[in-house]
């Protein structure tokens, strides 16, 4: 079964850098996309960066782009998600997201997360 177990989080001042993890399994990881979600209680989910099968593509948000990276290890079957320059607003639960189909029907897939805390 597809299973996403994200690791990293933590507790840091604004400014700082963390790095998260996500190690997957269940599925045929080299030719899935992958992406990074956020969420705070109370509000939706965000994408927060994406990155295509290969690696070759990355999109990010708009409100943490030239902060943040993702990469990917196929033959570790890893996605990181490099964090600097943090701002309390980074605040969230993150989420590894594998985005699988069915067919033409999108069946995203995620871990149970793991928490980001930012002080000011």
């Known amino acids: 079964q597809v299973q996403l177990v994200e690791s990293g989080g933590g507790s840091v001042a604004a400014g700082g850098s963390l790095r998260l993890s996500c190690a997957a399994s269940g599925f045929a990881f080299r030719s899935t996309g992958m992406s990074w979600h956020r969420q705070v209680p109370g509000e939706e989910r965000e994408q927060v960066a994406f990155?295509?099968?290969?690696?070759?593509?990355?999109t990010y948000a708009d409100s943490v782009k030239g902060r943040f990276s993702i990469s990917r290890d196929n033959a570790k079957n890893m996605v990181y998600l490099e964090m600097n320059s943090l701002k309390p607003e980074d605040t969230a639960v993150y989420y590894c997201q594998a985005e699988l189909w069915d067919g033409v029907i999108p069946r995203p897939r995620w871990g149970q997360g793991t928490q980001v805390t930012v002080s000011a």
């Open positions: 990155i295509t099968s290969v690696g070759i593509t990355t």
